[in-house]
Nanobody
Framework: VQLQASGGGMVQAGGSLRLSCAASGRTFSTYVMGWFRQAPGKERKFVASISRTGTTDYADSVKGRFTISRDNAKNTDYLQMNSLKPEDTAVYYC????????????????WGQGTLVTVSS
């Protein structure tokens, strides 16, 4: 499967952005989908995931501000980001897993190219 992340950009603190991850192929509904982010000079970290049945998981740093969702008919999942903070600035990557919901990068088989989110103070 190929993943294409989009929707990044520059926004002021307190603003919102919605990231999209479009997947190729007919088996999107069978994948667990996740979002990770990598801030400048830091390691890539888990942000959110959504299971095949819609169960979600979030990093503590984004809980209550970010919402992950999926539309299997469109082969796309989304990351709605509200109340953005400067510390949310990062390259955001979407990923797909054939296994199970996980916060571990090693559990994900496919990765998108990343989309840059910049939050100014």
């Amino acid at each position: 499967v190929q993943l294409q992340a989009s929707g990044g950009g520059m926004v002021q603190a307190g603003g919102s952005l919605r990231l999209s991850c479009a997947a190729s192929g007919r088996t999107f509904s069978t994948y667990v989908m996740g979002w990770f982010r990598q801030a400048p000079g830091k390691e890539r970290k888990f942000v959110a995931s959504i299971s095949r049945t819609g169960t979600t998981d979030y990093a503590d740093s984004v809980k209550g501000r970010f919402t992950i969702s999926r539309d299997n008919a469109k082969n796309t999942d989304y990351l709605q980001m509200n109340s953005l903070k400067p510390e949310d600035t990062a390259v955001y990557y979407c990923a797909a897993s054939t296994m199970f919901t996980s916060r571990l990068q090693s559990s994900y088989d496919y990765w998108g190219q990343g989309t840059l989110v910049t939050v100014s103070s």
